[in-house]
C-alpha cells in the first residue's frame, strides 16, 4: 500500500490510493441496498388519471344512446334479412307409391327399417313418395335446396374422427385405425372410403316438378367448399388405358365398399349403365334397371372422392339439427304448386328422427335467419329498459338523500407522495 509521510513522521493515507478505492468499491458492493423506491410518479403510483363521478346526467344518455343504436342496427339487419325467401317441407312420414304412382297407405318410414341399395342385385327395392308445396318469393334469384335431419349426432366423438384424410386425398393405399370398425371387409379388402362418416352417406333423392309435369333443373355443381374440393380430397392418378375403377386405391382386388354401399367409390357421380329404377319400374329385374342415387340423373356432380354430394357430407354438423346443401335452382321458382318426387333411402325412424328439405334465397348477409337481428334488438332493448330504470331511480329519493348526489361525496387527498413510501 503506497502512501505519504507527514511533517512528523507520520504515515498517511493517500485517498486516491488504488487499494483504497478497491477497499471502498468493496464496502460499497456489499452495503444493504435501500428498497426505498425511487419520487418518480409511476413508483409513486401518482400518475395522472380521469376519475370520472358517473352520475346519472352522463350514464343515463348513454345507455339510451347504445340501447338506440343496436335497437336501429337490429331492425336493418331484420329488413335485410326478411328478404331471403325460406321454405321447409318435412317428409318424414310420406306415403310410398304404388307402380301406378298413387300414394299407399304405408309410409316409407315404416317400408324402410335398414339401409337400402346395398345389393346390386335388387336395385328395384325402393320406396317413393310424392310431396306437394306451394312457393312464393323464389322467383328471379337462385334458389339453394337443402336436406335437412334431426336427432341425428354427427359431433359425437368416435363417428367424427372416423375418417382417413389421407386415404380421400389418395395419398395412401392403406387406411387408418380411426376408421375402426369399418377399416376391412371381411375378405381383407379395406374399405373406401373407409369409417363410420362415409358409410352412412346420405343417400335420398329429390326431383321437381311443376304443375304441368315438366322436371326442374337442379345442379349439384359448386355445393362444396373450393378449398375442400382442391386440398382435401383428390382421386388416384388413372393408369394408361384404364378408368377411375382401374386406379391404385379404388381397383376392385385390394378396395371394397362401405357396408351400406352398393356401388364402389369409383361409381360416385357416374352415369347409370342401364335406366333408372323407379316406383313404376320397380318389379322389373336388375338387368333391366340401375339405381345410383349419386348420379348426374339426380343432377350429382364429381366423380369419385371428388363427388360433391360425398364431400358436404363428410363435413360433419355441430348440432343434431342441421341441414346440408345438396343442390342449385338457377333462377330460382316461379310462384305455385310443385310437386317433389323423392327417393326414400336413407331411414330415420331407428333414432326417432325426422327428414326434410328446404328451399332457400341468399341476401348479403346470407340465408335467412333471425339470429344476429335477435341479438341486437334483443341487446338494444335491455339497454333502453335499463336505462328507464336508472331514471327512475335517478329521480326518487332513499333515506333523505338522492341516489347519486355528488353533494354527499367526500373527497380526501394524499399528504404527500413520500407517505407510501419503503424505507
Request: glycine fraction near 8%.
Amino acid at each position: 500500500m503506497s502512501g505519504r509521510e507527514s511533517a512528523s513522521g507520520t504515515r498517511m493515507i493517500d485517498p486516491e490510493d488504488d487499494d483504497t478505492a478497491d477497499l471502498r468499491r468493496m464496502a460499497e458492493a456489499n452495503a444493504p441496498k435501500s428498497k426505498k423506491p425511487s419520487s418518480h410518479p409511476f413508483k409513486q403510483q401518482t400518475l395522472k388519471a380521469w376519475k370520472p363521478v358517473l352520475a346519472p346526467a352522463n350514464v343515463v344518455p348513454t345507455f339510451f344512446g347504445v340501447g338506440a343504436l343496436c335497437a336501429v342496427i337490429g331492425g336493418a339487419l331484420l329488413a335485410v334479412t326478411d328478404q331471403a325467401a325460406n321454405l321447409t317441407v318435412d317428409y318424414t312420414n310420406c306415403r310410398a307409391l304404388d307402380a301406378s304412382g298413387q300414394p299407399t297407405s304405408m309410409s316409407c318410414s315404416n317400408q324402410i327399417n335398414d339401409f337400402t341399395y346395398r345389393d346390386p342385385t335388387t336395385p328395384w327395392n325402393r320406396c317413393e313418395c310424392d310431396v306437394e308445396f306451394k312457393v312464393d318469393g323464389f322467383k328471379g334469384t337462385d334458389t339453394f335446396l337443402y336436406y335437412g335431419m334431426s336427432k341425428y349426432y354427427q359431433n359425437q366423438r368416435r363417428y367424427a374422427n372416423s375418417r382417413d384424410d389421407l386415404q380421400l386425398r389418395s395419398l395412401t393405399t392403406s387406411v387408418d385405425d380411426d376408421c375402426d370398425p369399418f377399416t376391412t371387409s371381411a375378405d381383407g379388402r379395406f374399405y373406401a372410403p373407409c369409417g363410420l362418416i362415409a358409410n352412412s352417406l346420405f343417400n335420398d333423392t329429390i326431383q321437381i316438378f311443376d304443375e304441368a309435369g315438366a322436371s326442374v333443373e337442379l345442379r349439384g355443381d359448386g355445393i362444396a367448399w373450393s378449398s375442400d374440393l382442391s386440398v382435401k380430397f383428390a382421386n388416384p392418378a388413372i393408369p394408361d388405358g384404364l378408368t377411375l375403377c382401374d386406379a391404385p386405391g379404388l381397383d376392385n382386388e385390394t378396395t371394397h365398399s362401405p357396408p351400406n354401399w352398393w356401388i364402389r367409390a369409383c361409381q360416385l357421380g357416374a352415369e347409370n349403365e342401364t335406366e333408372i329404377c323407379t316406383s313404376e319400374n320397380q318389379n322389373q329385374t336388375g338387368a333391366t334397371c340401375s339405381y345410383n342415387p349419386w348420379s348426374p340423373y339426380f343432377g350429382s356432380s364429381g366423380v369419385g372422392y371428388q363427388n360433391e354430394d360425398l364431400i358436404v357430407w363428410m363435413r360433419t354438423a355441430i348440432l343434431p339439427k342441421f341441414k346440408k346443401l345438396w343442390r342449385r335452382i338457377p333462377g330460382g321458382l316461379p310462384n305455385g304448386v310443385y310437386r317433389a318426387r323423392i327417393g326414400y333411402n336413407y331411414p330415420v325412424s331407428s333414432f326417432s328422427g325426422t327428414k326434410s328439405f328446404q328451399l332457400g334465397t341468399t341476401t348479403g348477409l346470407g340465408g335467412k335467419s333471425n339470429f344476429l337481428p335477435g341479438t341486437f334488438l334483443t341487446f338494444g332493448l335491455l339497454m333502453l329498459a335499463a336505462g328507464g330504470v336508472f331514471v327512475f331511480m335517478w329521480k326518487s329519493s332513499y333515506y333523505g338523500i338522492r341516489v347519486a348526489d355528488t353533494r354527499s361525496i367526500q373527497v380526501n387527498t394524499v399528504a404527500s407522495n413520500n407517505e407510501y413510501a419503503m424505507d
